[in-house]
């Protein structure tokens, strides 16, 4: 028999990479869909498989030109498709809300037409996010009755391609599934979400290569796993005999607060905070520097102030059950930066 084709776009982010490695391991083979860029961005890829693995093949495309989709779709013909490309920045999404919008709504609209016009049959897992929630209070845990109220040109964009995937299922019976994936990292976090931000910032405090990490809101709660673990309930969600949509968590939520005293902990400095507001600071206990200062730069217009899922459904459908605690990911952050091993 021949090995199933899978075509992951997004393939040079966090997940992207991690899938890639995962389904190579299932004995797929493996499309990406990647951009030309100036400078070379492959780095959670190249190392991996792609400068060796004979299953894994990459072609240039972007979410923005369904001309490009048509003809990779055409090209591949997938088994499976998992639709990871993304502006993925919430705040970034505030200052270019109409590119974000091309890419994370009408890209996914791009991709679901060329499968349609091509006449495919291809599965089609659609990267969600817990960002379709509005994090007020008394809501968490969130799971996949809770209503949708997005906070961000991010949350609205993702939304639509929740539901341009939903109305692909039922107008066309296309198999497709939505997964509603809280926050995950990784030692290859993009290093301007804030775990990598503050793992990054850690080991440079302690290398005196800077003073303090500046951050925005020390009170937002995430709900934060193991990226890992969370590609492989991609993969799940297409091998069920229906499509679905899944709420991916871990049902733990800690403030940005914590993880970065948790971060310092690690490289052995108590944090003691001080202040309020923007005045608050992180204080070396040992030192007294401030070793986390507020910049009120990185404040959002709006904020998502608190998420924790409720991933009953995806365990008891999926089987899907993640093992990284909070304290871990910490650990095996921190220990990844130590080491210089994290994605620059
Ligand atoms: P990421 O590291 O930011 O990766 C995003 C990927 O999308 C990169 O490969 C990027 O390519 C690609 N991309 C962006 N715009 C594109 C476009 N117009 N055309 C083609 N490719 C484009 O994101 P991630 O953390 O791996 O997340 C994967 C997906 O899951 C995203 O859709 C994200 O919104 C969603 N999600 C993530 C989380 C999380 O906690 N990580 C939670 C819920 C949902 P370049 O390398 O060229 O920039
Ligand atoms: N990035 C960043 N930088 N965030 C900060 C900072 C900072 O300096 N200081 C505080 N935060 C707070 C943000 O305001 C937010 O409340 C929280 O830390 C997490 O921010 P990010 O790590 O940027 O992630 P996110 O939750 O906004 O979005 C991520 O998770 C979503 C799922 O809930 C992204 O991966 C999205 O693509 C994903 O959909």
Known sequence: MSAKRALITGITGQDGSYLAEFLLDKGYE?????????????????????????????????????????HVVSVCKPDEVYNLAAQSHVQISFEVPYYTALSDAIGVQNLLESIRILGLHSKFYQASTSELFSGAPGEAPQNEK????????????????YEISRIYREAYGFFVCNGILFNHESPRRGSNFVTRKITRGVVDVVQGKQDHIPLGNLHAHRDWGYAPEYVESMYL???????????????????????????????????RWEGEGVEEK???????????????????????????????????????????????????????????EGTL
């Open 282 to 340: 992180g204080i070396d206990t040992k030192t007294g520097k401030a070793v986390v200062v507020v910049d009120p730069q990185f404040f959002r217009p709006n904020e998502v102030d608190h998420l924790c899922g409720d991933a009953s459904y995806a365990k008891e459908k999926l089987g899907w059950q993640p093992t990284v605690t909070f304290e871990a990911l910490v650990s095996l952050m921190m220990e990844a930066e130590l080491k210089g």
């Open 146 to 161: 809770t209503p949708f109220k997005p906070r961000s040109p991010y949350g609205v964009a993702k939304l639509y391609g």
């Open 237 to 271: 969600m297409l091998q069920q005999p229906t499509p679905e949509d899944y709420v991916v968590a871990t049902g733990e939520t800690h403030s940005v607060r914590e993880f970065a005293e948790k971060a310092f902990a690690h490289a052995g400095i108590e944090v």
């Open 30 to 70: 493996v499309h990406g869909l990647v951009r030309r860029t100036s400078s070379f961005n492959r780095q959670r890829i190249d190392d991996l498989y792609f400068k060796k693995h004979k299953d894994a093949w990459l072609h240039y495309g972007d979410m923005t030109d369904m001309n490009s989709l048509l």
